[in-house]
């Protein structure tokens, strides 16, 4: 079975351990972000995963920083819960309009 996990090439004559040009490049840790920007949104924030309503509390302190991200496997009923919590909450919500729309067939 093969991994997906890079793993750090080894061989002896390997061409990309000895950095040659035109070959892959390695992973360093000069290719990492800024720690000040890491993670940051393009509005300033940082994403929140929210499964349930219950799960937006911790962020009635901090709507400011952070903005709702629902997860990918909360129903519609529960995303209209959770945008409706979030308009209270004034916390902005990044992917709001997924699964509201109706489709007509």
Known sequence: MHSPAWRKPRGIDCR???RYKGTNLMP???YGSNKKTKYLLPNNKY???VRNVKEMEPLIM???KFCVEIAHMVSSKKR???IER???MNVSVINA????Q???E
Not at 97 to 100: Q, V
């Open 16 to 18: 990309v351990r000895r």
């Open 28 to 30: 360093s840790i000069g």
């Open 47 to 49: 994403k929140y995963t």
């Open 62 to 64: 901090n709507n400011s």
């Open 80 to 82: 209209k819960q959770i």
């Open 86 to 88: 979030a308009k209270q």
């Open 97 to 100: 309009k997924a699964r509201l």
């Open 102 to 104: 109706k489709t007509e």
